[in-house]
């Protein structure tokens, strides 16, 4: 089993900033790609940043440029620096892990989220 504790999150106001941390335990073997998603009330969850085991990473258009992602494959943990907040950032931040089990079978974990709000 793989745990991931989330840290950071919290009320900030528009233009501000906030760091989440997510660090991942357990029986792992190796982890493929980390990553933020979140969720909005009344929507779908979605991604919005991810970094491979080879340090490519890929950010939602709307975070681009205000938002960095960084891993340490060492500590397995993923931090999300989130820049120039604005309230449509306003959402439940979910950390998603995705170990290798085998070399065909891939699992993914999910943190219990932590809320950000962004206030107007």
């Known amino acids: 089993q793989v745990q991931l504790v989330e840290s950071g999150g919290g009320l900030v106001e528009t233009g501000g900033s906030l760091r989440l941390s997510c660090a991942a335990s357990?029986?792992?073997?190796?982890?493929?790609?980390m990553g933020w998603f979140r969720q909005a009330p009344g929507k779908q969850r979605e991604l919005v940043a991810v970094?491979?085991?080879?340090?490519?990473?890929n950010y939602a258009d709307s975070v681009k440029g205000r938002f960095t992602l960084s891993r340490d494959n060492v500590e397995n943990t993923v931090s999300l620096q989130m820049n120039s907040l604005k309230p449509e950032d306003t959402a439940v931040y979910y950390c998603?892990?995705?170990?290798?089990?085998?070399?065909?079978?891939?699992?993914?974990?999910w943190g219990q989220g932590t809320q950000v709000t962004v206030s107007s």
């Open positions: 998603n892990v995705v170990v290798v089990v085998t070399t065909r079978v891939k699992k993914a974990y």
């Open positions: 357990g029986s792992i073997f190796s982890i493929n790609t």
């Open positions: 970094v491979t085991s080879g340090g490519s990473t």
